[in-house]
């Protein structure tokens, strides 16, 4: 209501004993034994939209009034496609473009390894989950939330991108620092960045957080500071992954997006790869 208590609206709502709505004003909702929603009806009398799933709750089946979709899961249970039968009526397409290009390209295959960033450190968390929806078989890492970057690019900045790394994605694929700027002087950074690392690897070992092992430990900075840059860069996998034969390979760009602009991976984590040598070799 208003300040003079005139009503605005109003909703009317009916659950079961789950708690869960079976009606709201004119819509309704119906379930299957492990609670998954299996029709919707808006408004009385409206269109009946109906879903079905596999054994284990994947969605296979959507009917709409104007379209059909079928969905096929993999074994990680990623969808891998999604087939429309948008023939039933006209304004089915208008959907055909309603898939981002980012699903789009995983369930195709074709989808580059990728790193996220954000010069917002309040996205850190964000990107780290978004990232997670992007898994790929035999590619760790292949989406995932980068180092700090820009103005974010300090100790804070470091240790914020870690501790988000450590809780939602995996840490031990984080590709590490990296840098587009080509310069011998960008170096030191890799080498401030190493030592944030080995600082706060120390800390949650002190406080208990990891294990004091250090067969554990090593190789988990080794990859940091230097093996999943030069595997995200080189690694044989992107051949196994459809992403072209051996000389195809070595023309092929990864890509990088910072704030909505593409980078090439492969010029910014060179430095990154020659900076770190020195430090794993020690």
Known sequence: MNKNKTLLSE??????????????NSDAFGYNERGEVVFSRRGAGGAEDSY???GIGNLQIAAFYFTTNTYTANSLNQY????????????????RGSLCSG?????????PRTILMSLNPEAHAQLAVLAGSFNGEGMPGKVQLGPAWWWCDHEE?????????????????????TTDSRSLLS????????????????????????PDDEALLRPLLENICYKNA?????????????YGGQEERKDRKETLFVNGNCHN???????????ATSAVSA
């Open 230 to 242: 030069h595997d995200m860069v080189f690694s044989h996998n992107h051949l196994r992954q459809g």
């Open 80 to 95: 891998t496609s999604i087939l429309r039968d948008s023939a039933s009526h006209p304004s089915s397409d208008r959907l």
């Open 157 to 177: 900045g470091m240790r914020d991108v870690l501790e988000k790394n450590a809780a939602y994605g995996v840490l031990s694929t984080f590709v590490g620092m």
């Open 103 to 111: 699903d789009t390209r995983e369930i195709n295959t074709s989808l």
């Open 265 to 275: 991976c492969s010029q910014i984590t060179n430095a990154n790869i020659t900076s």
């Open 52 to 54: 079905a799933y596999d």
């Open 11 to 24: 909703k009317s709502e009916r659950n079961d004993a789950l708690s869960r709505p079976t009606t709201r």
């Open 187 to 210: 170096f030191v950074r890799h080498d401030y960045f190493r030592r944030v690392l080995c600082k706060w690897v120390a800390e949650k070992v002190a406080s208990g957080a990891f």
